[in-house]
């Protein structure tokens, strides 16, 4: 192994195991996007979600993947970490269940066992439910991970936090006809940015290696090209990765994923704005807490990158 490759070996952090929304990652790595940057990524699946950010924030990994909520509760909590980029643009989160649950409104977990992912997971239910005039003692608050639709189908919960594009499709796949309950439209936000997932560095890789933070995204961009431009080759390429992934379940997932995925994979100052008066209301951040400082944009390319031919149109000119 020569010293060059030493010296740019590369570790991504994933903010779950890896799955269909991580397509353009394992695309730029198959197409050797990164290895034109003279990187050498090593892709890592997290044992616990939950570390992700801490992880990162030590400087243990070079780049690490992480929700917009929990980005800005790590800066909070004090971990040197800045989002460069976006991979997924607002997927619609909210509390799933079966229809046979009997839960068709968010009134309607008085009485039953409610599963959330984290820390804020219970915070945002116990909100919700004290402006819904909901007593906190009437219904049951179980931590149960990033696993809501295995918790469903085992019985331990009867409705769950999870994403539109994953949880639900698991859940319909698996069970049936499923009723989804969007967060942000029953806490009044606009938008499901708090759940947008963002590529996190570590201060010491904008200090000490700008270079390298371009590099990176440069391939990124080129690998969300490439997902979004030809998606039944990209996630072809996911598959040889993955080939666990070669099932109708997760090519419905990759599909219904599609549309978050950021073309641009810019951080959107609105986005990071609402998230920071959301976290504020729920009392996770100090009123003076400044959000500029949980992004930028300064190491992204000038422009998006495609590989489609332009679209050149000739209109003659009328007399």
């Known amino acids: ?73 790590g800066r909070a909590k004090g971990f040197p970490i800045t989002s460069v980029a ?82 639900k499709v698991e859940l319909e796949h698996l069970q049936g006809e499923v009723n989804f309950l969007r967060l942000d439209q029953l806490a009044g936000l606009g938008c499901c940015c708090f759940c947008s997932i963002q590529y996190i560095v570590p201060h010491r890789m904008l200090e000490k290696e700008p270079g390298k933070t371009k590099a990176f995204l440069r391939a990124i961009q080129r690998g969300v090209a490439f997902t979004t431009e030809q998606p039944e080759e990209a996630f072809e390429l996911l598959c040889q990765a993955k080939p666990q992934m070669r099932t109708a379940l997760y090519k419905t997932i990759f599909n219904r994923t599609l549309p978050f995925f950021s073309r641009s994979t810019l951080n959107v100052e609105r986005d990071w704005n609402k998230v920071l008066r959301f976290m504020q209301h729920l009392g996770l951040v100090e009123s003076s807490f400044d959000i500029a400082t949980c992004y930028t944009n300064d190491y992204l390319p000038a422009y998006p990158h495609s590989d489609l031919e332009p679209i050149v149109c000739c209109i003659e000119e009328v007399a």
Not at 27 to 45: S, T
Not at 108 to 122: L, P, S
Not at 126 to 141: C, K, M, R, V
Request: glycine share 10%.
């Open 1 to 73: 192994m020569s010293i060059n490759t030493l010296k740019t070996k590369t570790t991504l952090l994933l903010n779950w195991y890896a799955n269909p929304y991580h397509t353009p990652i394992f695309a730029a790595k198959a197409l050797g996007y990164f290895q034109e940057e003279d990187l050498n990524v090593a892709i890592i699946e997290p044992t616990d979600p939950s570390d992700v950010t801490e992880i990162v924030g030590m400087g243990n990994v070079d780049f690490g993947l992480k929700a917009m909520l929990h980005t800005v509760a």
């Open 86 to 167: 976006t991979l997924l643009d607002e997927p619609p989160t909210g509390l799933i269940a079966l229809k046979s649950s009997g839960i068709h409104s968010f009134h309607d977990i008085v009485g039953k066992r409610v599963g959330y992912i984290g820390e804020f997971g219970k915070k945002i239910i116990d909100n919700l439910a004290h402006y819904a005039g909901i007593d906190s003692n009437s219904y049951e608050a179980v931590r149960i991970g990033m696993n809501v639709t295995d918790a469903i189908c085992r019985d331990l919960i009867d409705t769950g936090i999870g994403f539109i594009n994953f949880q």
